[in-house]
């Protein structure tokens, strides 16, 4: 009888268990579009202009351009804040070189909270997300954009993020594990700073940095979320070969 009772409570234990994780994970489906990747494994590109140096400003236009070079679209989303004539906000660097310098002036605004931070990937395909005060150019990086404010650091939520804030909105980021692997993620619904980081820490991401708010689209035809408008300036995709 005490056996049984022992098994039953392990049943119980085991099937609350699977339940949880289950609310858990349909939630997430619920709440945020998600997307990780090992960057050793997939093509990970920036863009930012076509050919004729006009900004593609769009996802559609970003599909249309990567058709031409017969590459298909995986993943895309907006890959940073952006100014008039959609010019990178801060520093990009596309296919190593620069096509606008890094900003570390203050200011007001998303982007100059502090610490705000660069996204890179380097010819390697290894990517690094570090604060504008800590980052240091050099030729082997392939991508880079420059955002803010980081999200997480070193593990931790940014300390300047309050809980109860009212400050809701969409929002999209970047997060990179402790494996290396990426996280892009954007929320469905509006949403604080606070709990955004927090979707980041408990995915496990070491650092995060914030990309854009209420423009923000995702294409992921996977997981049946395809937004393909948009009027941006960088883009970040994952591409692949026809």
Not at 19 to 37: A, G, H, M, Q
Not at 91 to 108: M, Q, V, W
Not at 194 to 211: H, I, Q, R
């Amino acid at each position: 009888m005490m056996k049984l009772n022992i098994l039953s409570k392990i049943l119980i234990f085991f099937v609350f268990t699977i339940v949880l994780s289950c609310n858990k994970e349909e939630s997430l489906n619920n709440d945020f579009v998600i997307y990780s990747t090992n960057t050793k494994k997939e093509n990970i590109e920036f863009f930012w202009k076509d050919d004729q140096n006009h900004p593609l400003k769009s996802i559609q236009n970003l599909k249309k351009y990567l058709n031409t070079k017969n590459k298909d679209l995986k993943f895309a989303m907006n890959g940073g804040m952006f100014i008039q004539n959609n010019i990178p906000k801060g520093l990009y660097i596309e296919n190593f070189k620069i096509l606008n310098p890094i900003d570390t002036l203050s200011g007001e605004g998303n982007f100059y909270l502090k610490p705000n931070g660069v996204f890179y990937i380097t010819k390697s395909n290894e990517s690094a997300i570090v604060s504008t005060e800590h980052f240091k150019q050099n030729s082997n990086m392939k991508f880079a954009t420059q955002s803010g404010p980081l999200l997480i650091i070193n593990e931790n939520i940014n300390p300047v993020f309050q809980k109860n804030s009212n400050n809701l909105n969409i929002r999209n980021g970047v997060g990179i594990m402790k494996n290396g692997d990426l996280i892009f993620a954007m929320s469905k619904k509006k949403i604080n700073f606070y709990n955004f980081a927090l979707l980041f820490k408990n995915l496990g991401c070491k650092n995060a940095l914030y990309l854009d708010g209420f423009v923000s689209r995702t294409y992921f035809p996977e997981e049946k979320w395809i937004q393909e408008d948009g009027d941006f300036g960088v883009m970040i995709g994952i591409t692949k070969g026809k």
